[in-house]
Structure formats: C-alpha cells, structure tokens
C-alpha cells in the first residue's frame, strides 16, 4: 500500500468467505430443516438402513476444484448423509445411554461455533474459562458436591477418568511426571480397583498411562451388581503383601449395564484408611444427585477425590460435555500444567490448559448454561423424574409378564430383562439365542433401538430411558413388539399393557429401587 494510502487491505471478493446476505439466507432454511427434524424424528427409521460402505460409495473420491452452490450441499445432506444418520434424538432411541440434541443446546453449538472461541489460556477466551468454572459450579450445586470440588469440562468420561486415575498416579508416584515408571527400583507395580460391572475406559485408562493391564483389579459384585467392600478391602491386603503398591479404586454410580449403585461411602472408607483415591464415575446416573429423593444413591460422594458426569447423557445437552469435578485440582495441574514461552502470560489468571492434556478447548460451557436457563432446575428434574416412572412402569410390567423376567435392580431409568418362556424347555445357550433374535426383530421395526448386554453370563435386553422425546407410546411400542416376539397374545397380556401410568400409582415417592 503505498505511504499515505488509507485504503484497508482486504481479500478480493472471491477470496472472502459467505456474504452476509447468503449467510442468513442459508442460515434461515438450515433452522427450518432442523426444526423440522427435531419435530419429526420418528419419521426415519430410528437405526440406518444401510450396509457398510453405503454412504462412501455415493460420495466422489477426490475434493471438488471448484466451489459448488450451498443449496447443491444441503441436497446431498438429504440424499446421501441422511441414509445413514442414527437417529439418536429418535423418541424410540432406547439403547446404551439416551442422548438428546435440545433445541437450547443446538443453539448454543450454532452460537458457539460462531464465535470460535479457543479456550486454551484465560486471555485466549475469558469468557469460555469463567462461564465454564460458574456453569460448573450452577451443576455441583444442584448435584449437591460441597465447594470443596471444582471442575473443568473435557469431551467424555473417558478422558475424565484418565484425567482422575494420572492425578491418582502423580499422588501416588513422588517424582513420576518427571522420571516415568519404566525401570525405577524404587516403584512397585501399582494396582488399581474396580467392580466387575465398571465401564471399560477404566481398562482403557490403566492401560495408556502404562501401569498395565494387568494393574486392574476387578471385584466381583453382590445380587444387586454393587461392589462387594469386604472383598475390596481384601484384595487390597493380599497385593500390599505380594507387593503392589495401591493407588486407586474407582466406584460408580449408575454402572453401564445395569445402572447400579456401589456403596460409596463404605468405599470411601476404605480409601480414606488406606490412602487411596477414589474416583467416582456418574457419568450417566450423576444427574439424579438433582432429585432430593435420589440423594441416598450418592452418600459419601462428598468424600471422594474426584468425580464424573456426563451432562450430554442425561441432561439434554448436544455431544460432547463431561463435567468433571476434582477435591484436589492442585495435584491434577501439578501432573499436567507446562506452559512455554509463547503461552506465558502477565494476567496471573488460572488457565484451562493447565488441567488436562489437550491444549485447545472449545466453547462447551455455553450450551450447559443455556439449557439449564432454558429449562431451568425444576424443569430438569421434572423430565428426569419422568424418565424413571417410565421405566418402574416398563419394569413392573415385566414383573408380571408370564415369559419375561427382569435381570437387575432399577435404581434410575434402565431396566435389564429377558424373555425366559416358562414352560418351554430350553438350553441357556438356546435361550440366550432366542433374546438375542428378539431383540434383532424389536430394532428392525424401525420404531424403537434397544442395545443388550451380559449379566452372569446371560443375554440381557435393555430398555434406556433418558431421551429428552421419548414417552409412554414409545415404550408401548416396545411392550407391543415383545408380546408380539415371545408369542403372548392380547389375553394374556397384563393390565399394565395398556396403562403404563397405573403401574405406579401405587408406589410412594421413596419407592425408586426395585
């Protein structure tokens, strides 16, 4: 520019980005078609209909040369995305953990994908860093964690707990951020404890922080899948004496398969004798710490060193958000914080790259204070209060039926059964089979997605209430494909059948174990 000229650089039109006026216009039909979706999720199928490669083949091999129109894109969304989408925000979505897109959270990715924040250093984003450390702490408050706990988001309870048990290792380890392990005289095998009913990021966690997989204890669990203390509190004896060295146990609240709860406090006394840290995953069943009749689920959460929860299982946030609490965050930043030249900063301020392994972090905090100002404490409750009467009403239904039996307790909203046909004589291999083939017909409907697991070693069905859209006629539908599967005919169906409502009204509200 020569000296004197004020004209402002700027890139040639064509090297620009949308102009405004394309932006709203595609931004306005593009809210149409996802307020559409939301609105009519039941009318795809809830499972993809196609078969691998599907998708890949109708999509070119190489990058497009030259732009090609937006409208052009949005009908290949249609088209050729659409086939295969899993409609996890289908109100017939049953299976795993439920997750659900509300239009809050949709929202506020839009808004924060806008604004692109990178949250990596205070001064990078401050709004990211304190609405992320006062979000987090609206959530502690209405879980009930003392102020003794502060948080941070990361994406999954994966890298939550990998996050909890390198802490636990830093504690445990004196000199190993800097030293390792590999070949230290001075350091034993550690160990770390589990149930048998524990997610497998646990696996997944000892084993990338190369402790080993052999480091991981299970402890088998009683007749309600709880871990068993007295065998905990016994393992750990017999490796202190073969010479582990203890580090962790981690307990859960609302366990994968069947939602069960581990007796946290009699945990934590063990932990708190033996110098251990205790971590505690609530990653799906955290939220109910919301519902004061629920608060006996979660005696002793206050004396753990950290702890998990997943907003985006069961509090209606978008994937992905795993709030993750910590009673000694100072030992989490002592195992992780490194900070070059080109980071350091003059502000003095406390920076969210500090507590993890990832440097770059997005704006995940704005879509979990949206939602719980959209839908605020009350209303979150409520939908979580509804999603367990669903399923105490699906799970005394199954009490009643003649050909089902139900495989587990029902702490939360998760109900474990299988068909056991009385009265026909059939091998557990045969009987495992013929679940297994039921559940295959239930999804191939389209109306309803169940996922299945093994509880002492027999095929489980489970039923996973916990979508933001799902009510009483998705879970007839289910009642309806099930007697349809094992054979029962309208007469024999229970009453409970046709009024999933009536099965509870006899049940007090301190009713909530089954």
């Given at each position: 520019m020569p000296k004197g000229d004020s004209t402002p650089l700027s890139a040639p039109p064509e090297l620009g980005d949308m102009s405004a006026d394309d932006f709203r216009r595609h931004g306005h039909a593009l809210?149409?078609?996802?307020?559409?979706?939301?609105?009519?999720?039941?009318?795809?199928?809830?499972?993809?209909?196609?078969?691998?490669?599907?998708?890949?083949?109708?999509?070119?091999?190489?990058?497009?040369?030259?732009?090609?129109?937006f409208e052009a894109i949005l009908e290949d969304v249609d088209r050729v995305l659409m086939?295969?989408?899993?409609?996890?925000?289908?109100?017939?979505?049953?299976?795993?953990?439920?997750?659900?897109?509300?239009?809050?959270?949709?929202?506020?990715?839009?808004?924060?994908?806008?604004?692109?924040?990178?949250?990596?250093?205070?001064?990078?984003?401050?709004?990211?860093?304190?609405?992320?450390?006062?979000?987090?702490?609206?959530?502690a408050d209405l879980i009930g964690l003392p102020p003794s706990f502060e948080g941070v988001?990361?994406?999954?309870?994966?890298?939550?707990?990998?996050?909890?048990?390198?802490?636990?290792?830093?504690?445990?380890?004196?000199?190993?951020?800097?030293?390792?392990?590999?070949?230290?005289?001075?350091?034993?095998?550690?160990?770390?404890?589990?149930?048998?009913?524990?997610?497998?990021?646990?696996?997944?966690?000892?084993?990338?922080?190369?402790?080993?997989?052999?480091?991981?204890?299970?402890?088998?669990?009683?007749?309600?899948?709880?871990?068993?203390p007295d065998l905990l509190r016994t393992a750990i004896a017999e490796d202190r004496v073969s010479g582990w060295r203890p580090i962790a146990v981690?307990?859960?609240?609302?366990?994968?398969?069947?939602?069960?709860?581990?007796?946290?406090?009699?945990?934590?006394?063990?932990?708190?004798?033996?110098?251990?840290?205790?971590h505690v995953d609530g990653a799906y069943g955290g939220v109910c710490g919301m519902l004061p009749e629920?608060?006996?689920?979660?005696?002793?959460?206050?004396?753990?060193d950290s702890f998990v929860v997943n907003p985006h299982k069961w509090l209606f946030t978008p994937f992905d958000l795993s709030a993750f609490y910590c009673r000694r965050m100072d030992e989490l930043r002592q195992a992780f914080s490194l900070t070059p030249e080109y980071l350091r900063t003059p502000?003095?301020?406390?920076?969210?790259?500090?507590?993890?392994?990832?440097?770059?972090?997005?704006?995940?905090?704005?879509?979990?204070w949206m939602i719980l100002r959209y839908f605020g404490a009350d209303g979150v409750r409520a939908r979580l209060r509804e999603h367990i009467r669903l399923a105490k009403a699906f799970a005394d239904w199954v009490d009643a039926h003649p050909d089902l039996e139900r495989l587990a307790p029902v702490p939360f909203s998760v109900v474990c059964f299988r068909a056991n046909l009385r009265g026909r004589s059939m091998s557990p291999a045969d009987l495992d089979a013929f679940n297994e083939a039921l559940m295959h017909r239930?999804?191939?409907?389209?109306?309803?997605?169940?996922?299945?697991?093994?509880?002492?070693?027999?095929?489980?069905?489970?039923?996973?209430?916990?979508?933001?859209?799902?009510?009483?006629?998705?879970?007839?539908?289910?009642?309806?494909?099930?007697?349809?599967?094992?054979?029962?005919?309208?007469?024999?169906?229970?009453?409970?059948?046709t009024n999933l409502s009536s099965s509870l009204a006899h049940r007090g509200p301190g009713q909530t174990d089954m």
């Open positions: 809210v149409e078609w996802i307020a559409r979706y939301l609105d009519h999720t039941d009318r795809y199928p809830v499972l993809a209909r196609v078969a691998p490669g599907d998708i890949a083949k109708n999509l070119p091999a190489q990058a497009p040369e030259t732009g090609e129109p086939p295969g989408v899993t409609h996890w925000s289908h109100p017939g979505f049953m299976a795993y953990f439920g997750i659900s897109a509300s239009a809050p959270g949709v929202f506020a990715d839009f808004l924060a994908s806008a604004l692109n924040q990178q949250a990596m250093l205070w001064r990078t984003s401050p709004v990211s860093t304190e609405l992320e450390e006062v979000t987090l702490r609206w959530l988001i990361y994406d999954t309870a994966s890298v939550s707990t990998l996050h909890a048990l390198a802490t636990a290792r830093e504690a445990a380890v004196p000199g190993v951020r800097a030293h390792g392990l590999p070949g230290r005289g001075d350091v034993p095998r550690l160990r770390v404890y589990c149930s048998d009913q524990t997610h497998s990021s646990i696996d997944k966690g000892v084993m990338l922080l190369g402790l080993g997989h052999d480091a991981l204890r299970k402890i088998p669990t009683d007749d309600r899948f709880r871990m068993r981690v307990a859960t609240i609302g366990t994968t398969s069947t939602t069960s709860v581990d007796p946290v406090a009699e945990i934590a006394d063990i932990c708190e004798a033996e110098r251990l840290w205790l629920m608060r006996g689920h979660f005696v002793g959460l206050e004396r753990a502000d003095g301020a406390r920076n969210l790259s500090d507590t993890g392994v990832q440097l770059g972090r997005r704006f995940r905090s704005l879509k979990l239930i999804n191939a409907s389209g109306d309803v997605f169940l996922s299945h697991t093994k509880l002492r070693g027999a095929f489980a069905i489970r039923v996973a209430i916990g979508n933001l859209r799902t009510g009483e006629a998705q879970l007839r539908r289910v009642q309806e494909l099930v007697s349809l599967g094992v054979g029962t005919n309208n007469e024999k169906r229970p009453p409970e059948t």
